[in-house]
């Protein structure tokens, strides 16, 4: 019997609208962002998808999103396993001075390892999982990076990443997980 998860980047916030580097620091949803998650849950709410049991990051911008695709009506568990990569001294800091924009494969100390961070999602993935039913529903919410190292690790190796309050539709039967769907329900969105 399969397991449905349905992965949600957050809304955009001012570290995104401003090219920062959010990593473990945290900025709120900007009204943009709002608009983004309010989109999403309309995409679920017309598309009627259910969600069983939900989940997000310990995060404010991940909790946010939660709560407003789901109209403030669904408990959740936060999960530290969720949080986004830490980027260590580059937190905070312009998205231009990431090493990885100058072919700079060096990555500073202080940074989270990818592998790192794709063993921690695989940990919050297990304990999801094993928290919901054969034939159930799980919302989880979370970041960009984490949420998109998860799914081409699993899935498809080829996969984008996730703009600001996406969502990726994830079966999962025993062992095997399947992308099925990529939806961007804010894409045609204009700037506030």
Not at 36 to 64: G, L, P, W
Not at 136 to 159: M, Q, W
Not at 164 to 191: C, F, M, R
Request: aromatic fraction near 10%.
């Amino acid at each position: 019997m399969k397991k449905t998860l349905y992965l949600l980047r957050h809304g955009q916030t001012y570290f995104n609208y401003y090219h920062k580097v959010q990593g473990r620091c945290d900025s709120p949803l900007n009204e943009m962002g709002i608009r983004q998650v309010e989109m999403a849950r309309d995409y679920f709410q017309k598309n009627n998808i259910h969600f069983d049991k939900a989940f997000s990051s310990t995060q404010e911008r991940a909790c946010d999103t939660l709560e407003i695709a789901t109209d403030h009506q669904m408990p959740y568990k936060r999960l530290k396993d969720l949080r986004e990569k830490c980027y260590g001294i580059f937190e905070g800091r312009d998205e231009f001075l990431l090493p990885w924009n100058y072919n700079n494969p060096n990555v500073d100390p202080t940074m989270e390892k990818d592998e790192d961070v794709v063993n921690r999602m695989h940990r919050a993935v297990v304990e999801i999982l094993d928290n919901i039913n054969d034939g159930e529903t799980a919302l989880i919410v979370g970041h960009g990076d984490i949420l998109a190292k998860y799914v081409r690790d699993v899935a498809d190796p080829n996969f984008a990443g996730f703009a600001n309050a996406s969502i990726v539709k994830l079966s999962v039967d025993g062992k095997n997980v399947h992308l099925d769907k990529y939806v961007w329900p804010a894409e045609g969105l204009k700037q506030i």
